[in-house]
């Protein structure tokens, strides 16, 4: 049997402003080609303790069970449940879009069960709707919810989400998938018990690892579960063999090893930059971006107090052909544009201003690409306005 | 709370002889190291589908539902299993090595009952006493087992023990994650239901995927299984969805793209030298590492009809203390060799000639090194009888 012969592939040129993977920093690329060593090599296991320490200050945290898991953002969440429930266990789940009933699938699987507090599709989680689920479920095992939801742009109150469940004795478990670098995230000063991200957001890193970290509450909960994670590539007992100690290593999986360098070198670069400065510089894109939107008669349908900079809802005008629109910024410019997801496909655009994407050179692009699109479909607006906008918002 | 300053991570000179991850061509750094575009972009979902083809290829195979796991071959084998494994089954379990043991921990924790048969380490699978577990089990849902142990060296005959599962009416699961590209792995000829390999070892390409494919089969019990899957980022019938028809590609996880990348450069590259030429060229590697290791002394235990060209297990002599010759070999040469695993620590090394890695310069690399640090151990043996064998081997 033969395939049919197949060339290698170079990728077309293009600027990622969806809600990720973002644009990847040049350097991680370079770092990502660096040659392979082995997982177990002296030079590795350093890597490791690098990285462990870049994480902890990434998730501003000291917990020691703080790594990244071989795998994308939905393992890591996966890991968080399974390490932390058990059968039979209730766990209160917020929902306020996509993921937050990809956690109910979760739950549901680890064979417990979810209860749902919901909230409407770009609203942020209702803190007393939260606590009355709490109340009347006093004896769950977690309150799990999501923390910047990539699928509308809202951020929600970690610190006081994560403050309600640890006041009752609830363990917290919370999804800072597109958060981490882009908004502050406070794990310790949170009081979050399990914390996961994902490589392909703010770390503007290529995608396909996420870094979790969990309290000593959540770490003492897995050492003593009573009947085994039901994943064996997830469980933290076994994981924590490979991550901890550097002075014995115990062989659990191959490491992702040039994935891990190229997560290095994105925590390498967020430490250069600083975690204020980069969530600084997230904002003040966004103000542009917001600004060149609403002068093109845009709008975006987030409350502002609640908006996450680095993921931008838009709503799609009467009239207009939201996928064709998006078709001509790939082909016209190599400029992608999210979708909206669930709910909100077909009714908004998600434009990503995250990592290394988030510069006024895209912020540029993107408004005058998209202004083109819209006028080339009839709508009526000021050529021009937008960018001049945004350009105001820098000055 | 600030990390230490840490600087850009640049991996030490290192050859890769062990058990992998393998040396990587260095085109498939390059392709790795290729800027990221998006898993929805319709340039990456035409690469999905040329993988798919490459994939095909490499395990002989048209089966639909190929596709590579975004995680190492952990999860590869753990998709095999929650994904055709129901609470409640049982499924034998062929063990002669450690992945064996890894393979009852996932029936395990699935919630099925293993029913194990062993052989010992660095010994094939005993076809009449799996055959005998088939008999005494009518009812088991699979036979599983490791082609290739990577622990040992050892290839078992995956063609019959294949035949007997299907003779039986149970599913076949089998793990050819050191087989792939190093010798034949033939899914459509032996029949195989669910057939896992990773990326590190005779593919040469950077750990961290695991490429999967099911027969109609297996695909058919996915679809029409009692109870989903317990593994939501695992779940065969949502990754159909992203990996299925191209032009309905749903949402599942973001993939992780570099590696994609790298992947399909190192299935290129083994469709350019063909399947056959690869196992020939591995095949002839192993004969001269075998001809130099034993004119050195040295003796590799496992039966040669049984040997893993790409994978060969070294006994330790007496007396020589196998953790400082290793460790003399990475320092003086950055040339990394296996150490024994399980019950084979202290007493034996694996040393790899996988992919890119099978090559006449390292074989002799290899053998002179680890002629000079036999030498410094006081082993008597005769400086340069070993390459000379090798030499004479290619000849």
């Known amino acids: 049997m033969t395939a049919n012969i197949t060339a290698s592939f170079h990728p077309p040129r293009r600027i990622l402003m969806g809600p990720g993977p973002s644009d990847v920093n040049p350097r991680i690329l370079a770092a ?14 350093d890597l490791m303790d690098e990285v462990k320490g870049l994480l902890q200050y990434a ?7 703080t790594l990244p898991i071989s795998a994308p953002g939905s393992a890591g969440m996966e890991a968080a449940f399974v390490n932390l429930i058990e059968p039979g266990d209730t766990v209160i789940v917020c929902q306020n879009g996509v993921f937050g009933g990809r956690m109910k699938e979760n739950v549901t699987r680890a064979g417990a069960t979810a209860v749902m507090v919901t909230d409407d599709w770009g609203t942020v989680i209702d803190l007393e709707k939260a606590q009355a689920a709490i109340k009347a479920n006093p004896g769950a095992r977690a309150l799990a919810f999501v923390h910047a939801e990539t699928s509308t742009g809202v951020a929600s109150d970690a610190a006081a989400l994560c403050k309600m469940a640890s006041a009752a004795g609830m363990l917290s478990i919370l999804d800072a998938v597109t958060s981490v670098g882009g908004i502050p995230v406070a794990v310790d000063a949170w009081g979050a018990d399990a914390t996961y991200s994902g490589t392909q957001k703010c770390l503007s890193c290529t995608p396909g690892i996420s870094p979790i970290t969990f309290s000593e509450r959540a770490a003492e909960r897995i050492r003593t579960r009573g009947v085994p994670v ?25 490491a992702p090893i040039n994935a891990i360098y190229a997560l290095h070198e994105s925590l390498v670069i967020l430490q250069e930059e600083g975690l204020e400065a980069s969530w600084a510089r997230h904002r003040k894109n966004h103000e542009a ?10 709008s975006l349908p987030v409350d502002p107090r609640v908006r996450l900079p680095q993921l931008n ?5 009467d009239g207009v052909d939201e ?27 998600r434009i990503g201003l995250m990592g290394y994407g ?9 408004l005058s690409a998209l202004e083109g699109a819209l006028l080339r479909q009839g709508v009526k607006l000021k050529a021009g306005a937008a960018v001049a906008a945004a350009d105001a918002a820098y000055a």
């Open 32 to 45: 990502m080609g660096q040659p392979t060593i082995g997982h177990l090599d002296p030079a590795f296991v």
């Open 59 to 65: 998730f501003q945290t000291r917990n020691e069970l």
């Open 230 to 254: 039901q994943s064996w590539f997830l469980d933290m007992n076994l994981i924590m063999g490979y991550w901890g100690a550097a002075t014995k290593r115990a062989y659990h999986h191959t």
């Open 289 to 298: 971006l917001r600004d060149g939107l609403e002068a093109m008669g845009l």
């Open 313 to 317: 809802l838009v709503s799609v005008p």
């Open 323 to 349: 996928a064709r629109v998006r078709a001509e910024l790939l082909e016209h410019h190599g400029l992608e544009i999210g979708a909206g997801l669930g709910a909100l496909a077909g009714k908004a655009w």
């Open 358 to 366: 988030s510069n006024p050179a895209n912020v540029r692009l993107c």
